[in-house]
């Protein structure tokens, strides 16, 4: 009896040093376990790390998606073992807005190989030491880690510890498998085509081993003919800056709710890869598994969350400084309210609500279509085009020509709709709140950068929803005369005071015309100016022979002069293109450049990235007021800080991917890199004291 519980006691002691202690951390619980109960000289010993993470919360897999980061294993061995690579479980998509991770949940098994030289002393026990870091994620992302350490005797032979055994052999046999299938890939119309031959059956989703190969949160199209599988992927970031030559990764086959992993090794293929009949296949399979395309996959307090900063957003983006001329414009408009009847006034606030409605929907619509079709653009893309910068600031100028009383369109104050608003008071509101739009999209105000990224990733009746709910938060400010006419009625009845006033806010359209003209100079160069000064002289004669014609009585040749004059004031807007040097940088910034970018964060370097554009005020009011000041450059200089120019003035596919992985879509965006891990992403309004407690952490 005394054998058997010494038998026993030595059994289970052996089998406790063959289990490293529990290191609980905030949201994981981690350990390392062996699969045998010694090891072997000359054998390969099974370790794995075995975590149990907290419902709902997940780690990444090597290549993280979007954003993330994956294990890292630093091991303290004895002389000669050798820990083999991180093995991975099969990963799942995690998505979350507009980002797609990927990464795994519950209970993960990540194997390590650890090599034992022959030779080794046995009859003794080791320490096999680990310093173990992760990052773990619900809504929001914690950086964990733990040291663990296993005690492990060393023995001619072994036997399978109970439990830990079972849990490694499980590992294994559910760990990616190599079939030898025999794959190629090749760009085919803008994207990747990945060709596999004899891979099993199951519904396809492809996981490249390298982040920046293939976008993340894209869909993949798939079919299957010939005996060979096809599927469509979106290029990377990486893949368009320096096309690989070998795209691995993982093939996961979904069936009956099972999963089986298949390491893939794909050369690029020397020919074509695929025929017109089988592009037609894949053109029309079905997108592999995507959550992030219905909003189904977005939690609905997430959702919530998004509306509620799209309406929140959209009020806050009338105190911003993009935005402030039609702010005095539709000031101007509410001052001539005074006196009037509430049905008069509640008609003005819903033709201004109705105006910024359905423009936000038919730029939405645009800016989807153009996405759709493979174009790379993020909200504001109109103002990157010279032609349409230069047509909006003669329009704004003709605008402020009116106001200052050069000449007068019915009598709205709110006049952009040319003879339209010669029709009474709604009219003019309904093309005060299209301006309005126009004006306000090249700004990302505070709040709006996760609405509108998530917007540019869901499918279009919900995209269109952000935006409408974004531009019911622009307009509602004024939506309130509806329910409280009071307010209007208020102000003192019209007479010359509101001359006075109108004049006065012509001030805010010149002002306008000036920061538009400056836009034009850096996109389109010297000759842009050149062209957009002769459209000011001829739209000022257009307006001067119109108010003369009203003088007159309406006498038709002044009219066909102003006429003639106005289709010569935007002939010469035909002829603006692009410069090449409009993305000039500071002599003391850098230009961005990804691969400039992961050097520097490999060598631990703090880097500064300004995310801009010439048409996007409140980037430069950032750049005057705090990141071009004599101060600001000195922080740079002290704390060795690299300042990068991201500048999106024209249209740029590098910059604005970068934007997206970001999760946002637009300028202004500012990331601190502080030498480890992701970015810190920066207010959008700057402050002195916030970018000198940023910069001095480095």
């Known amino acids: 009896m005394l054998r058997f519980l010494f038998a026993l006691a030595a059994f289970l002691t052996a089998a406790h040093a063959q289990t490293g ?140 510890v109970p439990g830990n055994a079972e849990r490694i052999r499980a590992a294994k046999s559910a760990a990616p498998k190599d079939l030898g299938l025999e794959a190629r890939f090749a760009d085919t119309d803008g994207s990747i085509t990945l060709r596999i031959e004899g891979a099993p059956a199951g519904e396809p989703v492809f996981y490249p081993n390298e982040g920046g190969m293939v976008e993340p949160s894209a869909p993949q199209s798939t079919a299957r003919q010939d005996g060979a599988l096809f599927i469509g992927l979106t290029p990377g970031i990486d893949y368009q800056i320096d096309p690989p030559e070998n795209l691995d990764g993982l093939l996961v086959l979904e069936m009956d709710g099972q999963e089986i992993g298949v390491e893939i090794t794909a050369p690029r293929a020397v020919g074509p890869i695929i025929t017109t009949e089988q592009k037609r296949a894949l053109a029309a399979g079905a997108p592999a598994r995507r959550a992030a395309d219905s909003m189904e996959g977005t939690p609905p307090m997430a959702l919530l969350m998004i509306f509620g900063f799209a309406i929140l957003g959209g009020v806050i983006l009338n105190a911003m400084p993009c935005v402030f001329p039609i702010v005095f414009l ?11 009847d509430r049905a008069t006034i509640r008609m003005d606030a819903f033709a201004y609500t109705a105006g910024v409605l359905v423009t936000f929907a038919a730029m939405a619509a645009l800016l989807l279509a153009l996405r759709a079709g493979g174009a790379t653009l993020g909200w504001g893309f109109h103002l990157q085009s010279p032609i349409a910068v230069g047509f909006f600031a003669v329009v704004v100028f003709l605008i402020g020509l009116n106001l200052a009383g050069l000449f007068e369109i019915g009598t709205s104050l709110q006049g952009a709709g040319g003879e339209l608003s010669q029709k009474k008071g709604p009219a003019g509101s309904f093309f005060t709140g299209l301006l309005a739009v126009l004006v306000a999209a090249p700004c990302i105000g505070p709040l709006l950068g996760l609405p509108i990224g998530y917007a540019l990733a869901a499918p279009p009746a919900a995209a269109i929803a952000v935006f409408l709910a974004l531009g019911l938060g622009l307009a509602l400010p004024y939506l309130l005369l509806a329910v409280f006419p009071q307010l209007a009625q208020a102000l003192p009845k019209p007479g010359m005071w509101m001359v006075r006033l109108k004049q006065l806010f012509s001030f805010a359209m010149f002002g306008t015309v000036v920061w538009l003209a400056w836009v034009v100079s850096l996109q389109a160069g010297p000759q842009g100016v050149l062209y957009l000064g002769i459209a000011f002289v001829a ?41 090449a040097s409009a993305t000039a940088v500071a002599v003391n910034k850098e230009a961005y450049d990804e691969a400039r970018l992961a050097r520097l964060q490999a060598e631990g370097t703090p880097v500064f990235i300004d995310f ?11 750049k005057r007021v705090v990141l071009d000041t004599p101060e ?67």
């Open 21 to 160: 202690e529990a290191v609980r951390t905030g949201h994981a619980e981690s350990r390392l376990i062996a699969e045998t109960t010694a090891a072997v000289p000359g054998e390969t010993l099974w370790v794995a790390l075995a975590q149990e993470l907290e419902e709902g919360w997940h780690v990444y897999w090597k290549n993280p998606g979007d954003s993330g980061l994956p294990l890292s294993l630093g091991w303290t061995l004895p002389e000669g073992w050798e820990a083999g690579e991180i093995g991975y479980p099969i990963p799942h998509r995690l998505p979350l807005g507009p980002l797609t991770n990927f990464g795994h949940e519950g209970s993960p098994t990540f194997l390590v190989p650890i090599t034992v030289p022959e030779g080794f002393a046995t009859g003794e026990s080791v320490t096999l030491d680990v310093f173990a870091e992760w990052l773990i994620c619900l809504d929001v992302c914690i950086p964990e880690s733990a040291n663990l350490s296993l005690t492990i005797p060393v023995a001619e032979t072994a036997q399978p």
């Open 330 to 340: 539709k000031a101007s408009s509410v001052a001539k309210l005074g006196g009037a």
């Open 539 to 579: 739209a000022a004669v257009a307006a001067w022979l119109f108010g003369l014609s009203q003088e007159k009585g309406g006498a038709l040749p002044l009219k066909v002069a102003a006429i003639l004059a106005f289709v010569i004031a935007f002939a010469p807007l035909t002829q603006l293109t692009t410069s």
């Open 612 to 622: 801009t554009a010439a048409w996007c005020v409140t980037c430069q009011y950032n």
């Open 632 to 698: 600001m450059k000195q922080l740079f200089a002290e704390t060795g800080t690299i300042f990068m120019v991201a500048d999106l003035t024209n249209p740029d596919p590098v910059i604005t991917n970068a934007i997206e992985r970001q999760g946002r879509s637009g300028v202004p965006l500012y990331l601190y890199y502080n030498g480890m891990g992701d970015p810190e992403i920066l207010p959008q309004i700057l402050t002195a004291d916030r970018m000198r407690e940023t910069l001095e952490r480095s």
